[in-house]
């Protein structure tokens, strides 16, 4: 009986033994991994805080090429000014070459003197016309935009002269629509009051004219296709309904004319771009022209609110649970949002 119980004992301290071990054993194997943790922790702070600078040095590389980039484009629009104003006297010098041909000296002497005579007198008699007190080409360089810019808008009116062989591009100004007719192969000729807008298309190899639009329309057979870029804003209420009428008269049947003017349903017109230039008169309704075009005699006018001269921005949505009258809140803010942020420009389009 005591010798079992003492080799119970035996087994007891063995086994209580072999626990300790198993312990200790366990107790290191933890050390060692809460030592390998550790390191491991050590490390990933180390890679952090390495990759925290990467990002700080990436984040100030960029700062640096954002700063780049501004300089870049600014260099972009800087010589793009430069090339315009370069082209605008090549084509002065252009035509004191062709004029040196053609007219003695004395001539041309004489002729500046005729025309300041009729600058003075046209400036005491018309109070203060805008093209004789500003460069207005310099000014539309600086506030109208680039002529890529501006030719890329005017693309949009492209399918309405598909076909066309006489267009007239009344107002062409720098040549951008005249450009876009040349690439796509439809003889155009424009239109301009201001001498410096005709030499400068013409330099470019575009057809050109100085004359009043409305004045140049009367004087030609026909047409299958007029385009009248921001104008209308610039004419009374009597000269936009006589280019109403004249447009009819002139196009061929089937003939389109588009008309481009800004849209004063758009409040932002007027804290934006119309008031820029001096020379506007007032900003014409779409649905006022729409009936000086019916009246004139063209049907199926369509209205385009051009995507392209929206403001980028708009009045969001609100969203409230178990609120009365939230769809019908917000319906009508979309109303405000796009009376205050919708299209700068429209255009109209009448067929004959």
Not at 149 to 178: A, N, P, W
Not at 180 to 192: C, F, Q, S, T
């Amino acid at each position: 009986m005591l010798t079992k119980s003492r080799e119970k004992i035996e087994e007891l301290e063995k086994n209580i033994g072999d626990l300790e071990q198993k312990l200790q054993k366990a107790l290191m194997e933890k050390e060692e991994l809460f030592t390998k943790l550790n390191i491991q922790k050590q490390e990933s702070e180390q890679r952090t805080r390495s990759l925290e600078l990467r990002v700080d040095s990436l984040e100030r590389r960029l700062d640096g090429y954002e700063n780049v980039i501004v300089n870049l484009q600014n260099n972009n629009v800087l010589l793009e000014t430069m090339g315009q104003t370069m082209e605008r006297l090549l084509a002065r010098q252009s035509k004191l070459e062709r004029l040196a041909k053609t007219q003695p000296i004395a001539a041309i002497q004489a002729a500046k003197e005729v025309y300041k005579d009729s600058v003075m007198t046209a400036q005491s008699t018309r109070a203060a016309d805008s093209y004789n007190v500003i460069d207005y080409f310099d000014f539309e360089n600086h506030f109208r935009g680039s002529r890529q810019s501006i030719k890329e808008r005017q693309k949009q009116y492209l399918d309405y002269f598909k076909g066309c062989t006489r267009v007239v591009d009344i107002g062409c100004g720098r040549g951008e629509f005249l450009e876009l007719m040349k690439e796509n192969h439809i003889p155009a000729v424009g239109v301009d009051t201001y001498e410096e807008f005709v030499d400068y298309c013409t330099e470019k190899g575009f057809q050109a004219v100085r004359d009043d639009g409305i004045h140049y329309l009367k004087t030609i057979e026909s047409v299958d296709g007029i385009f009248v870029g921001q104008v209308v804003e610039h004419l009374k209420v009597e000269q936009i309904v006589d280019l109403c009428h004249t447009a009819y008269e002139k196009l061929e049947k089937g003939g389109r004319v588009v008309m481009e003017t800004p849209n004063p349903t758009s409040l932002a017109i007027y804290t934006h771009a119309f008031y820029v230039d001096p020379s506007h008169v007032k900003p014409v309704h779409p649905l006022t022209l729409e009936y000086f075009l019916q009246k004139a005699g063209f049907h199926d006018i369509k209205i385009l609110y051009t995507e392209s001269s929206k403001i980028n921005m708009e009045i969001p949505e609100l969203h409230m649970e178990a609120s009365e009258n939230m769809e019908a809140f917000n319906k009508a803010m979309r109303v405000v949002s796009e009376t205050l942020f919708g299209s700068q420009d429209y255009a109209i389009i009448g067929t004959k």
